[in-house]
């Protein structure tokens, strides 16, 4: 049975940091390039961050760049989110995201609340 079990969210206040963890099961987590979304009320999920199945290469969304970090961890089959500096427009639902070639797995989601 494929999982992808987010943990780590909640409430912090505006510059703070979190991190995100997202923990996968039921496939092979190192074939699959991993992604971290969001989703914010009323608005469209967007991607935040993404991350080759090495490791080697990352890429942010221009709202999170030099705030966020992603990484991977394939031997514990977690992917991670480090987030500085957070902001109240940071405040969403996260969602893991994994792909190859055929599929596709979304995680349940961890909610981000960025508040005073």
């Known amino acids: 049975q494929v999982q992808l079990v987010e943990s780590g969210g909640g409430l912090v206040q505006p510059g703070g940091s979190l991190r995100l963890s997202c923990a996968a099961s039921g496939f092979k987590f190192s074939n699959y390039v991993m992604k971290w979304y969001r989703q914010a009320p009323g608005k469209e999920r967007e991607m935040v961050a993404t991350?080759?199945?090495?490791?080697?290469?990352?890429n942010y969304a221009d709202s999170v760049k030099g705030r966020f970090t992603i990484s991977r961890d394939n031997a514990k089959n977690t992917v991670y989110l480090q987030m500085n500096s957070l902001k109240p427009e940071d405040t969403a639902v996260y969602y893991c995201y994994a792909s190859n070639y055929w599929f596709t797995y979304w995680g349940q989601g961890t909610q981000v609340t960025v508040s005073s």
């Open positions: 991350i080759t199945t090495t490791g080697d290469s990352t």
